[in-house]
């Protein structure tokens, strides 16, 4: 089980809907019933989906003890794609074509030769396929958190997205949303009464006369997801001498470095996007160049330690999904104990990183904002930075 076990990547949903006291056997039973293999269930695009039980891309056994974690129930999505193979049914055809056309007065293949070898050799490999022998079977981790009510899901792809939320809705009668950065902000600010100031947030000047009043990538004029972008330059900003402390609402603090990844981008869409890696990327003349010329943060790699543990990771700033966290190996002996420690250990780290973008967030939608505004303005100017 790779989530529980190496480097953890995922973007999170919201389920819609009640979570369950508990989970149970019946929960494992619903799983069972949509297990891949078991029953044809058949995108649009004609892709099979089906859950697995974890282990690897053949097992459907679910279990309580294998699929229930500490109140995480874990389990995973299967696409079989039946892909024939371009050059053999190629050399399917070429047989069947000369054997068709060998009888002919002219010597070559007709038309109608042609449609005829066709036909056969692909009937020939779709029933050579009905084995599996041509299918490409493909895993993503899911993770369904009681504590919280949402599914953590391991993978970026629109279309495995799309998949899980069908086959999600018909196994449990559920569908989710997204938590991307605009999501996260209004449902933040609902616990501090601020959601008429995401409301009324645009994209800030970073850098007046460069930054546009529109993002280029975020077309829906609803959307807060910028504001995923600002939180990275923040943080760029609290790191600027290399490291940051920054104190948190539930009175615990926060280290953060900003450390091996660094995308930035042109929010108008004109001058093209950059990815640095370096162990300091934010340090680095060309990543300063970038955001004075207007370019924001897109990805940035993070490390941060909370209550004496570190995590190192990159977070997407629109999405807010987590890509190759490494987290600290439990120290218990016992396997089960190791398990259960590691699920409270991706819930300590997403609930940091909430609690951090919260802290961008009660200074980002508060008078406060301004002051700060014109103080990363002058960070970016070019006459401060020749001074320094």
Not at 267 to 281: A, D, K, L, Q, Y
Not at 355 to 376: H, I, K, P
Request: hydrophobic share 40%; with cysteine.
């Amino acid at each position: 089980m790779g989530f529980f076990t190496g480097r953890a990547s995922f973007l999170r949903f919201r389920v819609d809907g009640p979570a369950p006291r508990f989970f149970s056997e019946e929960h494992l039973a619903m799983l069972a019933e949509n297990a891949a293999g078991r029953q044809r269930m058949v995108a649009s695009d004609g892709v099979e989906v089906g859950w697995t039980g974890g282990e690897h891309i053949l097992d459907v056994q679910f279990e309580m003890a294998k699929n229930i974690i500490n109140d995480m129930l874990f389990f995973s999505i299967r696409t079989d794609v039946m892909k024939l193979p371009g050059d053999l049914l190629r050399a399917y055809y070429a047989i069947d074509l000369a054997a068709l056309a060998k009888n002919n007065p002219s010597g070559h293949a007709s038309a109608l030769n042609k449609r005829e070898a066709k036909e056969s050799a692909r009937d020939r490999l779709e029933l050579e396929a009905k084995d599996g022998r041509y299918t490409k079977k493909k895993t993503v981790e899911v993770v369904w958190d009681l504590k919280t009510n949402e599914l953590l899901f391991g993978t970026t792809s629109v279309a495995m997205i799309d998949r899980l939320l069908v086959l999600f809705k018909n196994t449990f009668g559920f569908s989710f949303e997204s938590i991307t950065a605009g999501k996260r902000a209004y449902s933040l600010a609902e616990a501090h009464q601020r959601t008429r100031n995401v409301d009324d947030a645009s994209p800030s000047p970073f850098v007046p006369g460069l930054s546009p009043k529109d993002v280029a990538w975020i077309p829906d004029e609803a959307s807060r997801d910028f504001l995923g972008n600002e939180f990275l330059m923040w943080l760029w900003f609290q790191c600027e001498d290399e490291s940051a402390t920054i104190k948190l609402l539930d009175d615990s603090e926060v280290t953060v470095f900003m450390a091996r990844t660094l995308t930035l981008e042109c929010p108008r869409g004109v001058s093209g996007h950059e990815t640095i890696s370096h162990e300091g990327p934010t340090r680095l003349p060309e990543a300063l160049r970038a955001i004075q010329s207007g370019k924001l943060p897109r990805k940035a790699g993070l490390t941060i330690v909370r209550h004496d543990v570190q995590y190192e990771f990159a977070i997407s700033a629109e999405s807010l999904g987590i890509t190759g966290a490494k987290i600290p190996a439990p120290e218990d002996e016992d396997a089960r104990a190791r398990l259960e420690a590691r699920a409270d250990q991706v819930r300590h780290l997403i609930e940091t990183i909430d609690l951090l973008y919260d802290a961008f967030g009660e200074v980002r939608f508060s008078a406060e904002w301004q002051n700060q505004l014109s103080r990363m303005q002058r960070w970016l100017s070019r006459e401060e930075r020749r001074a320094a």
